[in-house]
């Protein structure tokens, strides 16, 4: 699966461990928990991926596309063999549905990257726009809230938002501008 945000003028350059570290570390930690249900579990199977990325790297395309999907897979099994193994110690009788869960890693991952992608654009905003699209569309704050929590009116809160909604819409596919605003 090709994700459209991919540089073009990454695809033939060879990136180092830090860049897809920096680049996919927290999507594939959401990404994990989502499976896992647990973010610290996720941060440790992810870290575990791309130890195993590093350890087999001549066996692994040098496209930033192959080890992309690379770590995404690794993250994948790593994450079902978490789940695996906590039911195991739990002692649960019922079995493991794979099908469910192989059924929403699809979503998982689209998931990730939405979240990626929308606080990649809003990292772009001013900063007390971003505050406020941060602390009102993220973290569920009504406007009230917001007021009250940076010193400010309500009004105030009101307008860096329209504010961050135009600067949102340059910045993001169509698709993604809707989620958000939805969210508002």
């Known amino acids: 699966m090709m994700i459209e945000n991919e540089e073009p003028a990454t695809l033939c350059v060879e990136l180092s461990l830090k860049q897809l570290f920096d680049r996919y570390y927290t999507r594939l930690v959401h990404f994990s928990a989502q499976i896992t249900g647990s973010t610290q579990a996720a941060e440790d199977v992810v ?46 009788a019922v079995d493991f549905d794979d099908t469910a869960v192989e059924d929403s890693l699809e979503s998982a991952i689209i998931h990730a990257e939405v979240l990626a992608e929308l606080h990649r654009a809003l990292s772009t905003l001013p900063a007390v726009c971003q505050q406020v699209s941060r602390m009102c569309y993220l973290n ?8 009250q929590e ?35």
């Open 47 to 92: 870290q575990e991926a791309f130890i195993k990325y590093w350890n087999q790297q001549s066996d692994v395309t040098p496209h930033p596309l192959a080890v992309k999907s690379y770590l995404y897979t690794a993250v994948k099994h790593a994450s079902l063999n978490f789940v695996r193994h906590q039911k195991v110690k739990a002692g649960y």
């Open 140 to 147: 569920g704050m009504k406007n009230q809230e917001v007021a």
């Open 150 to 184: 940076l010193g400010i009116s309500v009004n105030s809160v009101k307008t860096h938002k329209q504010r961050a909604l135009q600067l949102l819409r340059l910045q993001l596919r169509p698709e993604l501008f809707a989620l958000v605003v939805f969210l508002n």
